[in-house]
């Protein structure tokens, strides 16, 4: 009896301890499961303290691809390609960047329907999709305040009944005068106000200061709604522990995050694939429960793209091998879990 005694002993602290360190990993970051996608799984998301969750409340990590910018490679988001995504690649989540200025939604509002088309192809294959206002170039996203107010006002009256919409106001103020306090706050409490006239429960999610780098600034001073989220970025060859710091502080107050973009490359978007430093992020983003978004798809011949330089022209999908990128290869690898950890 004693012996068995000490054996259930050991074996309950066995599982008592699997089952903890097990907290997000019973692995279900699959596209989709028993024939079931990922919405029609997850359901409505919801943000319980600092994590993302299902609509039981179960904490959740979901990953995909972000496009490149609309108005450059729009032709990628179709409904080929984010089927393709989605039954390959294993991606649950798609993000549609709709850039501000370099040549986006300033010059022509048409670029809107490149979003259109993701968010229908998304809904239609049942998968998460990010609307994101790609605020760069203009650093101060109160800059456009009207513009944001009037686009979100559009989407979250023509999608806000979907469990599918993830909304991203905005992509990553800069600037040396751009501060939470003063720009970054204000700014969102209002889109927020606008997107939550109509939708009153799909996530939110802020830029932060410096290019989304500060999610533990914006930790400080928190937005009150409920569902809301902060964002970090990060560039694998530039970005490292320092960053990650950042999200910890920022968790440890209690603010969710959510890296809506991210590089294996330098910050610049190119400059050869930093293996090493990609898989320390991803195993902290496993660890923390942080759903994330790769930048990007496209076949421009930047390092952080998917696509080997000048493959699939006609944005069909139905890539081998031979048509991604070194950079492509390792991030189909990641988010079919095929890395070993
Ligand atoms: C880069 C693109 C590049 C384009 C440039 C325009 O990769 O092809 O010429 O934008 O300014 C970000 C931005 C994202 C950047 C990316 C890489 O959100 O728009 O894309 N990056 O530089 N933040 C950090 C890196």
């Given amino acids: 009896m004693k012996v068995f005694g000490k054996i259930a002993l050991v074996a309950g602290v066995a599982f008592l301890l699997a089952s903890c360190s097990n907290k997000y990993k019973d692995d279900t970051r699959l596209a989709i499961e028993d024939g079931r996608t990922v919405v029609e799984r997850y359901g409505q998301l919801q943000v319980i303290g600092t994590d993302l969750c299902n609509q039981d409340g179960k904490p959740v990590q ?49 670029i809107k329907n490149r979003v259109i088309d993701s968010v229908d192809a998304c809904i239609k294959n049942g998968m998460y999709v990010m609307i994101d206002w790609h605020v760069l170039g203009t650093k101060d996203p109160m800059a456009h305040l009207d513009l944001a107010k009037e686009f979100f006002d559009e989407m979250s009256k023509k999608y806000g009944q979907y469990p599918n ?12 005068n751009v501060t939470w306090e003063n720009n970054i706050k204000p700014y969102a409490e209002e889109v927020i106000k606008t997107i939550r006239a109509n939708d009153p429960n799909n996530i939110i999610i802020v830029g932060t200061p410096i290019w989304s780098s500060q999610p533990q600034i914006a930790a400080k001073n928190q937005i009150k709604a409920k569902n809301i989220m902060y964002t970090v970025h990060f560039y694998a060859g530039t970005h490292g522990k320092e960053h ?18 991210w590089g294996t490359t330098m910050a610049s978007g190119d400059g050869g694939v930093f293996e090493k430093s990609t898989l320390e992020w991803m195993k902290f983003f496993e660890e923390n429960n942080i759903s994330w978004a790769n930048w ?26 031979k048509d991604l990128s070194p950079d492509g290869k390792l991030i189909r690898k990641i988010i079919r879990n095929e890395i070993e950890k």
């Fill in 165 to 176: 919409i993830i909304y991203e106001i905005c992509n990553e103020p800069n600037g040396d």
């Fill in 244 to 261: 990650r710091r950042n999200v910890k502080k920022a968790l440890k107050l209690g603010a969710p995050v959510f890296c809506t973009e």
């Fill in 62 to 110: 979901i990953r995909g691809i972000s496009s490149h910018g609309l108005q450059w490679y729009g032709k990628y988001a179709n409904e080929d390609v984010i089927k393709w995504l989605r039954d390959d690649w294993n991606c649950q989540l798609w993000r549609a960047a709709m850039y501000i200025s370099e040549g986006g939604y300033l010059s022509s509002k048409a």
């Fill in 296 to 321: 990007a798809l496209n076949n421009k011949g930047e390092d952080s793209g998917i696509l080997a330089y000048g493959k699939d022209k006609e944005a069909k999908g139905g890539w081998t091998d």
